[in-house]
């Protein structure tokens, strides 16, 4: 399958949450905290003069009413402060994102300005902390100040809760043109990273504190579906932004069409294929941030559902509730051509299990294809991704709902045997793919 502690007493609680609520003797919970973060930093690039301080004062004066202005942010959150600090020494007090980190994190940077800031001449950083009444108000105008400051000089700025740093043009185009009064798509002002946990993937959103909301987290989530989490974590985002109650048993229904901002709905229902219910249960529970996690309250996914057994088949039956399986049942009859296709596949299976074995980076995956034997006796080839490989046995996870088997299900932990593969999939951390001639072959076939 791809397809891709304290509560604010805010907002009037939306009705069918009420309803859900009341038919399952649960009482609706605000998870919105008092209090909001921001943490920002700007570079200025080689040449520009340092920045008056007292006219960055006023920047945030202008759009912040009630701020005041410290030299540490006091241990009651909910007082509305600014710390402003300034490096004249960047490169040892307070170095930017190095080149090779801006691959990763770089939004919309040139060539020219991932160099320049290594050179970086001075720095300002701004943190605050305030009460999250109108905190989407107050997030528009510090992407506003922010914009000013840029506007001023030559900088790149680092929102510090997200590690994302952007240009002048870039920070206009996706943090303040994307998000206003009238539009807010909340995925424009956080975003997600994932990675490798041994032989799953785990995704974890960061930005949220800024709104003062929990952030979401998934583990041991197969890596080959990690596009198809980026919009499960992006869709329960905007829905506790949108309405941060959730029933007191840790869950709530996430309904893809009722999604208010235009934006964010359109991008969901595009991800839906045919089969798509574009609703589901979201179960959570709350746990502490991991290493590298940010340091705010965390909502960990859990996928145990009734009709399922795993945690993988769980994700899968959710997923692909809300998203649909884009599965087809073909029939084929091996012809010449795709049998050569299959021969070539299974000449690169050593190759696979030594970048297998030699460890996975973040975003690579292999599937493998293999034979099931269905309920009456005949064969269903399905896609399995590997999560080991010892010898000629590997062991992976079911990434196809059987259409002959009633009791194998998407997301189970299955055992094929390599002398069975019929072809691959080597998905790339660059978003490209290798593999499966077959079911190209297969495809013009049946068009």
């Not at 791809?2 to 919970?29: A, M, Q, R, W």
């Not at 499960?232 to 069409?257: C, H, K, M, Y």
């Not at 973040?362 to 999560?387: C, Q, R, Y």
Request: net charge negative; hydrophobic share 35%.
């Amino acid at each position: 399958m791809k397809i891709l502690g304290k509560s604010l007493s805010i907002l009037i609680l939306v009705s069918f949450l009420l309803c859900s609520c009341e038919d399952n003797n649960t009482n609706p919970v605000n998870i919105q905290k008092d209090f909001f973060e921001g943490f920002f930093s700007i570079h200025l690039l080689p040449g520009e003069q340092p920045y008056n301080l007292d006219s960055v004062k006023a920047i945030f004066d202008s759009k912040l009413e009630g701020f005041e202005w410290v030299d540490s942010l006091s241990i009651d959150t909910v007082l509305n402060e600014i710390v402003l600090m300034e490096f004249k020494d960047p490169l040892n007090e307070f170095p930017p994102f190095d080149s090779a980190s801006l691959s990763y994190y770089g939004r919309g940077l040139t060539e020219d300005e991932v160099n320049h800031l290594q050179n970086s001449s001075s720095a300002i950083v701004v943190s605050l902390t305030g009460r999250a009444s109108q905190v989407i108000e107050k997030n528009i105008f510090i992407n506003e100040a922010i914009q000013e400051l840029l506007n001023s000089r030559k900088g790149i700025v680092t929102d510090l809760l997200t590690a994302e740093a952007f240009s002048k043009l870039s920070w206009r185009a996706r943090r303040l043109d994307r998000f206003s009064m009238e539009n807010q798509d909340i995925s424009t002002q956080i975003t997600t990273h994932s990675y490798r946990e041994g032989q799953y993937c785990r995704i974890v959103s960061l930005g949220m504190e800024k709104f003062a909301l929990p952030d979401i987290s998934a583990n041991q989530m197969t890596c080959s579906d990690q596009s198809s989490f980026v919009f499960l974590v992006n869709g329960i985002a905007q829905r506790i932004f949108e309405d941060p109650v959730v029933r007191d048993d840790n869950s709530f229904e996430l309904d893809l069409t009722e999604i208010r901002d235009d934006s964010a709905r359109f991008k969901q229902i595009m991800a839906c294929v045919d089969g798509a219910k574009m609703k589901g249960k979201i179960m959570f529970e709350e746990v502490e941030p991991q290493e590298g996690d940010p340091y705010n309250v965390q909502y960990k996914l859990k996928f145990d559902y009734k009709k399922t057994s795993s945690n993988q088949e769980g994700q899968q039956f959710l997923i692909g509730k809300l998203y649909g399986f884009d599965d087809n049942v073909i029939e084929v009859n091996r012809n010449e051509a795709i049998q050569e296709a299959s021969e070539r596949a299974r000449a690169e299976l050593p190759r696979l299990q030594k970048l297998f074995q030699d460890s996975l980076n973040v975003g690579n995956s292999i599937l493998l294809k293999a034979p099931f034997t269905t309920d009456i006796g005949g064969k269903e080839w399905m896609w399995v991704e590997v999560i080991e490989w010892n010898g000629y046995t590997i062991k992976g996870i079911l990434q196809n709902d059987p259409y002959g088997i009633n009791d194998l299900k998407a997301g189970a932990t299955v055992t094929i045997r390599q002398r069975d593969v019929f072809d691959y999939i080597l998905y790339k951390n660059d978003g490209s793919a290798e593999g499966n001639e077959t079911g190209k072959l297969i495809e013009e076939l049946n068009q």
